[in-house]
């Protein structure tokens, strides 16, 4: 995990400050904490990830503690504590998927972009990590890309290179 102290500072633009009130403006007055979780996805959207100075500055926003920022951005994997790859593979890790060969897909990937889980190749189109169900277990190995998550079902380590490969070429 980037030390605190090694997180960027953030300074939101008015455009994105904009956005943010419009997503508040859909709240009833006083009740604008009910905006964090699109409000984060924006700053994740703008920044690639959820850094402590970005959730911060979202907490200053808000007029609520950071912590209540932190407890949120930490409880769903959807936000990323830390940069990651434009493209991240959430590959499935639960029971079902793993009997049918996830582990030696996430091993594959692993020597493939040559980084470990969470970290990012240094091209910074990559990275990967393994995810709980992804709710296709008949259908797996299975591994989802974000933000749109699409889904990759049957996986090979000769279709997982030709996904890679693919999306280097984009
Ligand atoms: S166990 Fe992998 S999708 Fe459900």
Redo the contacts with the bound molecule.
């Keep these: 995990m980037l030390k605190i102290e090694e997180q960027p500072p953030v300074n939101f633009s008015s455009e994105l400050l904009a956005k943010f009130d419009e997503v508040v403006s859909r709240y009833p007055a006083g009740k604008q904490k009910s905006a964090l979780l699109p409000i984060l996805h924006l700053v994740q959207a703008e920044y690639g990830w959820t850094s402590v100075p970005a959730m911060d500055k979202v907490a200053a926003f808000l007029n609520i503690e950071p912590i209540e920022v932190y407890e949120v951005a930490s409880f769903y994997t959807m936000y990323f504590l830390e940069p990651k790859g434009k493209y991240v593979l959430e590959v499935?890790r639960?029971?079902?998927?793993c009997l049918v060969g996830a582990e030696k897909i996430m091993k594959h990937i692993e020597t493939k972009l040559g980084v470990k889980e969470n970290e990012v190749t240094p091209d910074g189109l990559f990275s990967w990590r393994g995810v709980e169900?992804?709710?296709?277990?008949g259908y797996?190995p299975?591994l989802q890309i974000g933000p749109e998550y699409t889904f990759y079902e049957n996986l090979t380590e000769t279709s997982v290179d030709q996904l890679i490969d693919d999306l280097r070429k984009k």
């Design positions: 499935c639960t029971g079902p998927c169900c992804l709710a296709a277990c797996g299975v």
